[in-house]
T-cell receptor
Framework: DAKTTQPPSMDCAEGRAANLPCNHS???????VYWYRQIHSQGPQYIIH???NNETNEMASLIITEDRKSSTLILPHATLRDTAVYYC????????????FGTGTKLQVIP | DTAVSQTPKYLVTQMGNDKSIKCEQN?????MYWYKQDSKKFLKIMFS???????INETVPNRFSPKSPDKAHLNLHINSLELGDSAVYFC???????????FGEGSRLTVL
């Protein structure tokens, strides 16, 4: 799996958009970008994933640059419940493989 | 119904004991994982099973023995527990079609 780099921590005001960046400069053509989050020692929760097009679901939006070397997870209206560690992972979609979690970004949503 | 359930959620035991953690998924997936999250919060993969067969073993001490009686269950047995085994252990199930991992709520093991 390609390595990813994320800032260790970020703050965001409640109600504002939270933009979490991820660098994955060594990503391969068949590797997807996945985002997970872990809220206070609960099990990690899948958020969204994409290959090269921007994606949106009920939780978040994912913006992937044209060269695919970086991406941004956007939480459009952050709430206190969004305080968590956010992990960016790149991997191929199918096949048996280990999924390696980095250190992630600790997002603190401030009232 | 909980998609991935682990038992017990908390386990406190003495060094040298043997303990097991059970995991069950009702998602119909073929592949399951065990992860360990230590006090520094690093999530490290330990094992992966596909349809009852071991496919990933990440240099885990042989005191750890996963067992998969069927593809819906992946249990973790730990022999001769050590202080360093204290951690939160997460089970996960993998949806092959989308690549999503579904995690359980974790089992916090404390070795005294």
């Amino acid at each position: 799996d390609a390595k990813t780099t994320q800032p260790p921590s970020m703050d965001c005001a409640e109600g504002r958009a939270a933009n979490l960046p991820c660098n994955h400069s060594t990503i391969s053509g068949n590797e997807y970008v996945y985002w997970y989050r872990q809220i206070h020692s609960q099990g990690p929760q899948y958020i969204i994933h994409g290959l090269k097009n921007n994606e949106t679901n009920e939780m978040a939006s994912l913006i992937i640059t044209e060269d695919r070397k970086s991406s941004t997870l956007i939480l459009p209206h952050a709430t206190l419940r969004d305080t968590a560690v956010y992990y960016c992972i790149v991997r191929i979609s199918g096949g048996y493989q280990k999924v390696t979690f980095g250190t992630g970004t600790k997002l603190q949503v401030i009232p | 119904d909980t998609a991935v359930s682990q038992t017990p959620k908390y386990l406190v035991t003495q060094m040298g004991n043997d303990k097991s953690i059970k995991c069950e998924q009702n998602l119909g997936h073929d592949t399951m994982y065990w992860y360990k999250q230590d006090s520094k919060k690093f999530l490290k993969i330990m094992f992966s099973y596909n349809n009852k067969e071991l496919i990933i073993n990440e240099t885990v001490p042989n005191r750890f023995s996963p067992k998969s009686p069927d593809k819906a269950h992946l249990n973790l047995h730990i022999n001769s527990l050590e202080l360093g085994d204290s951690a939160v252990y997460f089970c996960a199930s993998w949806r092959q079609s989308t690549g999503e991992l579904f995690f359980g709520e974790g089992s916090r093991l404390t070795v005294l």
